[in-house]
Nanobody
């Protein structure tokens, strides 16, 4: 099994920066994609950024140019550098990992989340 633990959330002022980290442990050999979702109060869960084992990254339009996703240690750790934060970025941020088997996609693993609050 895979365990994911997020860290780095907190309270920041608009225009500030935060770096979120996700530490993965367990059987990671089947993990193909890791990334971050977020969910704001009363809002639908939103995919923020992803990175694949091949190094391909993607971002939702609202964070392009401000957020950067990266990974190291053979994809066992994934980070999200968040700059120029806006109050609209306030949400619980969840790390996820998606396995890919020969038979197809597996069920995602999720961390417990870390709260990011951006004040105006």
């Amino acid at each position: 099994q895979v365990q994911l633990v997020e860290s780095g959330g907190g309270l920041v002022e608009a225009g500030g920066s935060l770096k979120l980290s996700c530490a993965a442990s367990g059987s990671m050999f089947s993990i193909n994609t890791m990334g971050w979702y977020r969910q704001a109060p009363g809002k639908q869960r939103e995919l923020v950024a992803t990175v694949t084992t091949g190094g391909t990254t993607s971002y939702t339009d609202s964070v392009k140019g401000r957020f950067t996703i990266s990974s190291d240690n053979a994809k066992s750790t994934v980070n999200l550098q968040m700059n120029s934060l806006k109050p609209e970025d306030t949400a619980v941020y969840y790390c996820y990992a998606r396995p890919l088997f020969k038979s197809g996609w597996g069920i995602d693993y999720w961390g417990k989340g870390t709260l990011v609050t951006v004040s105006s």
